[in-house]
């Protein structure tokens, strides 16, 4: 079985939009719906959706955190889909984030030290 290396945490009232990666000139937009963000770490996030998106897709979430001024932008791949066992909405998906550095395709360093804080302040010991 395999361990997480990040600790996961959860935040009230976090909630994300999304959109499929831009392919050459296309631009996509985001997800006329926010979703509610179940629980979330350094690596990745899982929440809820209607819409069922395939496992392996590239995906950029905008995650709005109560308290943070303005949303993350941060650069996924989907890595799971269920189904939710509540009726709220239909699907649970699971998604990882690319990692952290100066390159493309990869997350901006400010978001990493903004999950780091994250992680301490809500944290359950």
């Not at 959109?19 to 179940?38: D, H, I």
């Not at 590239?58 to 308290?67: G, Q, S, W, Y």
């Not at 650069?75 to 649970?92: D, G, H, M, P, V």
Request: net charge positive; with cysteine; aromatic share 12%.
């Amino acid at each position: 079985m395999k361990k997480r290396t990040c600790i996961r945490f959860t935040i009230p009232g976090t909630t994300l939009y999304y959109k499929k990666r831009r392919l050459f000139f296309n631009r996509p937009k985001y997800s006329q719906n926010y979703f509610p963000v179940l629980n979330m770490s350094k690596g990745g996030a899982s929440f809820l959706t209607d819409q069922r998106i395939k496992p392996g897709s590239a995906i950029v979430v905008k995650l709005t955190i109560p308290d943070i001024d303005s949303p993350l932008e941060i650069l996924c791949t989907t890595r799971w889909i269920a189904k939710n066992r509540e009726e709220s909405y239909r699907f649970q998906t699971g998604i990882s984030f690319n990692t952290y550095g100066e390159s493309k395709n990869q997350n901006s360093p400010e978001v990493l030290k903004t999950f780091n804080r994250l992680e301490k302040n809500f944290t359950k010991l």
